[in-house]
């Protein structure tokens, strides 16, 4: 018998391994080299990954005074909020002012609009440039509850202001030659930019009914929807290339999700790393760094 022969067992442990490695070694080319942007998908959170917005959280003090709290410190006191005092900033912090996430609703929708414009850029922000830049489909996975569409004009401004190293004219360019755009109209380049972010997903979690004190199974469902579309779009345009026999062989597609609050980036990675067909790599942003989940824990 084959297999009890113990060089029969080693060459077959042997291709098992190299292929995992093989495996492994293809995605990590797709990530460093960037060379198939149609195979490559981005989520990012937004607060504190890719920008440093001002907008304040209200709590409430032990003298009944409201105390705005940044998102940064928010992602590190959350799960102490209401469950014991602390201090903070000179306050005794004893749970939430009324309607605490009053800014980051549709009530702050203005206030978005106006603070992307000015705000500092976060850690995740040159992976932003790099998916715009070439046209790669991404989406935004966000607490906050604003209306969509204003997270999506946002962006268009900024796309449009070449903010922070985004280049127009590159996306432009890319979107072109990837997306084959071209072929369904003339499309002036105005045009291009909003068909692309058309394409593009907006999930701000807690607009509606979701709660933005457990954001986490929000942004899950939300990834759960963004990877069903990213599977559909991506064996779409391997069809399109298929029949136009451009591409012979069949490339995984795959997505990059970057957020600075470590429970989101846990849940997330521990929900979808389960299943087989996963297609979910994580990052993690506190401290203003980027670094693969995997790479820390
Ligand atoms: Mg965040």
């Given at each position: 018998m084959g297999v009890s022969n113990p060089h029969f067992l080693f060459y077959h442990i042997f291709i098992i391994m190299n292929h995992k490695i093989i495996t492994r070694q293809i995605i990590k080319e797709i990530i460093d080299e960037n060379r198939t942007p149609v195979m490559k998908y981005y989520a990012f959170d937004w607060d504190d990954n890719l920008m440093f917005m001002p907008t304040k959280i209200y709590l409430k003090d032990d003298k009944g005074k409201s105390v705005g709290m940044s998102t940064e410190d928010f992602a590190e006191y959350r799960t102490e909020i209401g469950e014991k005092d602390f201090n903070y900033e000179g306050h005794t912090i004893v749970g939430f002012d009324e309607d605490p996430f009053r800014d980051f609703r549709v009530t702050g929708d203005k206030k978005f609009l106006s603070d992307s414009k000015s705000a500092k850029i976060g850690p995740a922000w040159p992976d932003f440039v790099e998916a715009i830049n070439n046209g790669s489909i991404f989406s935004i996975i966000t607490a906050r509850g604003h209306t969509p569409s204003i997270i999506k004009k946002a962006v268009y401004d900024l796309i449009k202001k070449n903010?922070?190293?985004?280049?127009s004219n590159k996306l432009a360019k890319n979107l072109l030659k990837y997306?084959?755009?071209a072929d369904e109209d003339k499309l002036t380049k105005d045009q291009l930019i909003k068909t692309y972010l058309d394409m593009c997903r907006f999930y701000p979690v807690s607009f509606g009914e979701g709660s933005a004190t457990n954001p986490e199974q929000g942004k899950i469902d939300a990834m759960e929807e963004f990877i069903r579309y990213v599977k559909l779009i991506s064996h779409n345009l391997q069809k399109k290339a298929f029949m136009k026999n451009k591409i012979s062989n069949y490339f995984t597609p795959f997505v990059g999700f970057s957020d600075d609050d470590v429970r989101n980036v846990e849940k997330m990675k521990s929900h979808f790393e389960k299943k087989d067909d996963n297609i979910l790599q994580t990052y993690l942003t506190s401290g203003g760094e980027k670094k693969l989940y995997e790479d820390i824990y």
């Open positions: 903010a922070h190293g985004i280049d997306r084959q755009l």
